[in-house]
């Protein structure tokens, strides 16, 4: 459903930027034209930008948005790692195994931690590790760090989303970014 819901946003966006640019007229009128596209991808770029609601890179790692897109909406389990339910640190494990092939091998946040650079939340980039100290006076909730202020996370109330940074929430409760080395 998913698959088919993106295929019609991008036929749709594709019309409609054609429409924009020709005369309606024009546009049923004329034969299409056989243009090459330079870069596939960017219909992806524009898409993923639309869904979460901030522009992407040009250089932004799609498969990081897929895979995240294809797990919104999961709920939260507390040593959940299905999508029957999943927990914070378990979700960040799997994006990490699935896109970056890498085996973190942290059983919680806390021990994500302990093999990360700390990074300050100015200098985040795609992939990082964003860690709250959520009414603990240690880390106890992860999220992946997208761009533009904007985490993907598996909470306790909405399960697998993406939240911003500014919000007033985790704007208080943030701890510090990390990144693999």
Known sequence: MKKLLLALVFLFSANAVSAQSKGLKELFTSKPE???ISDPDSLGYLYY???FGFSLASKANTKLFDFIYDWLGTPYR???DSR???DCSRFVNK???AVYSTFLGGANSRDIYKNV?????EDLKEGDFVFFKIGKKYISHIGIYLGNGKFAHSSSSKGVNISDLNDPYFKRYFFKGGRIE
């Open 34 to 36: 056989q243009k090459e």
């Open 49 to 51: 930008s639309q869904l």
């Open 78 to 80: 507390f040593g959940g």
């Open 84 to 86: 029957k339910g999943i």
């Open 95 to 97: 994006v990490y195994d």
């Open 117 to 121: 650079k700390p990074v300050n939340k």
